[in-house]
T-cell receptor, first 115, second 110 residues
Framework: EADIYQTPRYLVIGTGKKITLECSQT?????MYWYQQDPGMELHLIHY???????EKGDLSSESTVSRIRTEHFPLTLESARPSHTSQYLC??????????????FGPGTRLTVL | QKEVEQNSGPLSVPEGAIASLNCTYS??????FFWYRQYSGKSPELIMS????GDKEDGRFTAQLNKASQYVSLLIRDSQPSDSATYLC??????????FGAGTRLFVKA
């Protein structure tokens, strides 16, 4: 069973608030990812990281930012939440490395509602 | 053309039948192929990975890869109602990027 955790699991917040979604993994994986997914819709990659101090934007334009100061931790921050940010946010990790093992393991997700 | 294409379904099969899920991809340099299962309201769960042409079996699941045809499939034998979910095909091109398909919804009727 994958050891990847996300908190909070559910968040309802007002417009304009700053929020941070937490993601941690205990598998020592190099690569970490943030996806956004609306109900019944596709996964959209919004951020990824190859390792410590590496962060890149994904395919979907996002007003969020991420940091990777420790291997196990990859938080996502929204400086000013808006109703358009309402969605499910999924964190994932993969081993990466020379063999490029890219089997991704997903956390349980954070369901964000911005009023 | 999408990089990874799947029929959105729904695919409906009776309990005990074989469910066949298909996926095509556009990048001939793709190296790694994955199938994920996602139950409604839950996060995706890896069920199979395949890296070379041919078949790979794991319990009731068989992944099939044909790189010449740029085609990967997932067969589920003896389908159960608990197999009802959305199945995501994912393809890695050998660099960083793994592309997910939009998924095929499967319903297994009891």
């Amino acid at each position: 069973e994958a050891d990847i955790y996300q908190t909070p699991r559910y968040l309802v917040i007002g417009t304009g608030k700053k929020i941070t979604l937490e993601c941690s993994q205990t598998m020592g994986h190099d690569k970490m990812y943030w996806y956004q997914q609306d109900p019944g819709m596709e996964l959209h990659l919004i951020h990824y990281s190859y390792g410590v101090n590496s962060t890149e934007k994904g395919d979907l334009s996002s007003e969020s930012t991420v940091s990777r100061i420790r291997t196990e931790h990859f938080p996502l921050t929204l400086e000013s939440a808006r109703p358009s940010h309402t969605s499910q946010y999924l964190c994932a990790s993969s081993l990466g490395g020379f063999l490029r093992i890219d089997e991704q393991f997903f956390g349980p997700g954070t369901r964000l509602t911005v009023l | 053309q999408k990089e990874v294409e799947q029929n959105s379904g729904p695919l409906s099969v009776p309990e005990g039948a074989i469910a066949s899920l298909n996926c095509t991809y556009s990048d001939r340099g793709s190296q790694s192929f994955f199938w994920y299962r996602q139950y409604s309201g839950k996060s995706p769960e890896l069920i199979m990975s395949i890296y070379s042409n041919g078949d790979k079996e794991d319990g009731r699941f068989t992944a099939q890869l044909n790189k010449a045809s740029q085609y990967v499939s997932l067969l589920i034998r003896d389908s159960q109602p608990s197999d009802s979910a959305t199945y995501l095909c994912a393809v890695n091109t050998g660099g960083f990027k793994t592309i997910f398909g939009a998924g095929t919804r499967l319903f297994v009727k009891a």
